[in-house]
């Protein structure tokens, strides 16, 4: 545990001196700061409106800093060789993945901890109103940059940086618009082998709309706390695959 805590520590380390995190964390800033200056907000949107498009942004910065932070770390280390001296001492390559990934998700809780609490003061300062179930959408966000994270790190053992970003964003499009689509191919006719790869795909691909609280969150008072122990192991069970995968390219990769 010492191990995935000191690889953890490094990669917060790391994010803080990284200027491109800083860019990204402050525009996240700034956009959900300006979101009340929007037109359907001056028209009489209330303070439901301000929650669903502050949370929608905070969810596309989420993503944003999730591949930031991930797509670099292990090509970074091994482009710099320091992997070598890391992996030359008692660390095993799970530990070295597992701190990585846990060195992400600190950094990630932080900066949408922060986001959240701003969308709070933001609506009460504006509309009088304090709106604690901002963070349920904020934990939407953070599980679906969670799941995009692993993926991304886990494909990182692997893939070179540019090939990793392209496959992270095919796979979050993919992600997003699995459901209407390959629902459409269930119920709307398809046989045969179509309906079999629909099936198959449906399962197997995360659904990641599962995450978008945004509405639920902004217009309908949040969500049971049944629901979000679902999404949550829901989450955890993909982020278990993708580091699964990872870990195995990296255990046969000669470093």
Partial sequence: MRNISLIAGNVIKDAVRRKLFYVVFLFALAMVALSPLLPSFEMGARASFLRDISLSLTSLFGVV???????????????????????????????????????????????????????????????GVLTPVIYQGVLGVFLESAVTAAFCLGLSAFATVPVNIFATILFYLLCHVKTGFLREE??????????????????????????????RVGYGGGLPGIDLLRITAYAALFAAVFLTIGYLVLRRKDL
């Fill in 65 to 127: 800093m999730a591949v930031v932070l991930s797509v670099g770390q292990i090509p970074g280390e091994i482009e710099k060789r320091t992997i070598y001296n890391i992996l030359s001492k008692p660390v095993s390559r799970l530990q070295y993945l597992l701190g990585k990934y846990l060195g992400i998700l600190a950094v990630l809780a932080a900066i949408l901890t922060v986001i959240g609490l701003e969308i709070i003061v933001l609506i009460y300062a504006r509309l």
């Fill in 186 to 215: 269930l119920v709307g006719g398809a046989s045969g082998f179509l309906r079999s790869l629909a099936w198959g795909l449906y399962y197997i691909i995360p659904n990641l709309e599962n995450y978008n609280l945004s509405q």
